[in-house]
């Protein structure tokens, strides 16, 4: 299953010098309002947070304009039965890709997801290491068919020829590409982060590789969760943003939420995975502010490794708009924008 990870003793030595060696952040706030350039929501994610991001941009397809997805899968795969559908949605075999293209608009038409249409002409980025032993290639390879009902290929940027693990790839991690291990964050020689942000923003400024102006925020994510209980959809009591200086100062800034994988959250691997992902470098330089929201491992609902919700451990809805933990999610959002996302 996609949830299921490898914890060994050379994982728990390469976590541990990763927290060692990662910066202090701030101590917990409320989280605050920016200005937020029009059209500049942006999600990106791995494994879950791959399947997350899918979910966000259909069914919030009016308010978010692109999309990064690494080692995830089609939208609505596990169809609300994960113990039926999650070997099909790991492996990419048998997932009735023309059936939840079919459910998607029937959402659409009921109103319970924004309209398809909003899906077209739109960045998408998808990578998928030809050495995933967790979540197959043929999975993405579904997802982009799914995606191709709604766009055409021009608008999607595939790389799937990189000899990657299952893994958040980025040049800024110290696991070889073809390894899989905690933190779950593989240096394969590439740059997605410059990668996918280019085709979202266009021509960026060159990365910040030194010390960082922008500040990385730790605030109360359950103001934004049902009965301000975060815990009751697993979900973290505390989540992670990363703020430019000039957003700070009133710079009209874009928003990119960054979603981890399962056992990539804070309560798993610290802030890893929010400090190394690759993108605070390229946000602090180009005015994106960067949102982490977390998850916790849980008992009741059942999800032991932390992952989002992509198969309906939270209840039936989990991917249509009145999803609890997607609820959380763009609360946050539209908190970080002022009000000024149309959700």
Not at 86 to 111: E, F, N, R
Not at 211 to 224: D, E, K, R
Not at 265 to 277: M, P, S
């Amino acid at each position: 299953m996609l949830w299921q990870c490898v914890r060994s003793a050379g994982s728990a030595l390469l976590l541990g010098l990763l927290m060692f060696l990662s910066p202090s952040a701030q101590a917990q706030s409320a989280l605050g309002s920016y200005t937020i350039t029009a059209n500049s929501l942006t999600v990106a994610g791995i494994s879950s947070g791959g399947y997350m991001a899918t979910q966000l941009q259909v069914a919030y397809s009016k308010a978010v304009f692109g999309t990064a997805v690494m080692a995830g899968g089609a939208y609505y795969c596990a169809q609300d039965d994960e113990a039926f559908w999650g070997t099909a949605c790991a492996t990419g075999y048998d997932v009735p890709v023309a059936s939840l293209v079919s459910y998607t608009k029937q959402q659409a038409s009921a109103g319970r997801i924004d309209p398809v249409s909003n899906l077209a002409n739109k960045p998408i980025y998808m990578f998928s290491g030809t050495l995933d032993t967790v979540d197959y290639q043929a999975t993405m390879d579904d997802l982009d068919q799914y995606y191709q009902s709604f766009t055409t290929a021009s608008h999607i940027t595939y790389n799937n020829t990189t000899p990657a693990e299952h893994s958040w790839v980025t040049p800024d991690a110290l696991t070889a590409c073809s390894y899989l291990a905690l933190p779950y964050m593989n240096n394969c020689g590439i740059d997605p982060e410059q990668t996918f942000l280019t085709l979202f923003y266009g021509k960026l400024n060159a990365r910040n590789n030194g010390q960082l102006g922008g500040s990385l925020i730790q605030f109360n994510q359950n103001a934004f969760c049902p009965s301000s209980n975060c815990a009751a959809i697993s979900m973290d009591s505390t989540a992670w943003v990363f703020v430019p200086q000039s957003c700070a100062q009133g710079t009209a800034c874009r928003l990119v939420v960054a979603l981890h994988g399962c056992s990539q959250n804070q309560e798993t691997v610290g802030t890893a995975f929010v400090q190394n992902a690759g993108i605070n470098e390229w946000a602090d330089s180009n005015n994106i502010i960067v949102l982490y929201p977390q998850t916790i491992d849980a008992e009741v609902p059942y999800n032991p490794y932390g992952c989002w919700d992509w198969w309906g451990y939270t209840n039936g809805n989990y991917a249509l708009k009145s999803a609890p933990q997607m609820v959380a999610i763009m609360a946050e959002v539209n908190r970080l924008a002022g009000g000024s996302v149309q959700l």
